[in-house]
């Protein structure tokens, strides 16, 4: 897998690269949304962990900015925050990302939602 993480706390990336890097991933951290968007139009991500409240641009603008780009699979997209509420996790669910995580975010639970999207995308294509 190749995950980007957009997250401006230094400390929060840095562990969850560590923990996706120990299951053999690929990770590239990212510190503000500006970056983040200049990397989705050049790379391809399987998965990109961004935080809701980033500098330049937040995690919505790039959420948008993927979900405009035409994939064979979509990457799975996740808005990482400290908003914990239902409104705020129902209003980035309809703009399209496939997760929603409040911080401190747990890592292992972030993976069991990228690998079920992976699962369920490889059972809707062998329909």
């Given at each position: 897998m190749r995950i980007l993480?957009?997250?401006?706390n230094p400390v929060t990336?840095?562990?969850i690269r560590t923990v996706f890097e120990r299951k053999?991933?690929?990770v590239?951290?990212?510190l503000d949304g500006a970056r983040a968007i200049e990397q989705v139009e050049k790379?391809?991500?399987?998965a990109v962990l961004v935080d809701w409240i980033l500098?330049?641009?937040?995690?919505?603008?790039?959420?948008?900015?993927?979900?405009?780009?035409?994939?064979?699979i979509p990457p799975y997209v996740a808005?990482?925050?400290?908003?914990?509420?239902?409104?705020?996790?129902q209003y980035c669910l309809a703009c399209g990302a496939n997760g929603y995580f409040t911080k401190p975010i747990d890592p292992e639970a972030v993976i069991a939602s990228i690998e079920?999207?992976?699962?369920?995308?490889?059972?809707?294509?062998?329909?």
């Amino acid at each position: 897998m190749r995950i980007l993480i957009a997250e401006d706390n230094p400390v929060t990336a840095t562990y969850i690269r560590t923990v996706f890097e120990r299951k053999g991933w690929l990770v590239d951290v990212v510190l503000d949304g500006a970056r983040a968007i200049e990397q989705v139009e050049k790379e391809r991500y399987d998965a990109v962990l961004v935080d809701w409240i980033l500098p330049r641009y937040d995690g919505i603008d790039v959420l948008r900015t993927i979900r405009q780009q035409q994939y064979e699979i979509p990457p799975y997209v996740a808005i990482v925050t400290v908003v914990d509420s239902l409104p705020a996790k129902q209003y980035c669910l309809a703009c399209g990302a496939n997760g929603y995580f409040t911080k401190p975010i747990d890592p292992e639970a972030v993976i069991a939602s990228i690998e079920e999207y992976y699962r369920n995308v490889r059972n809707v294509a062998q329909q």
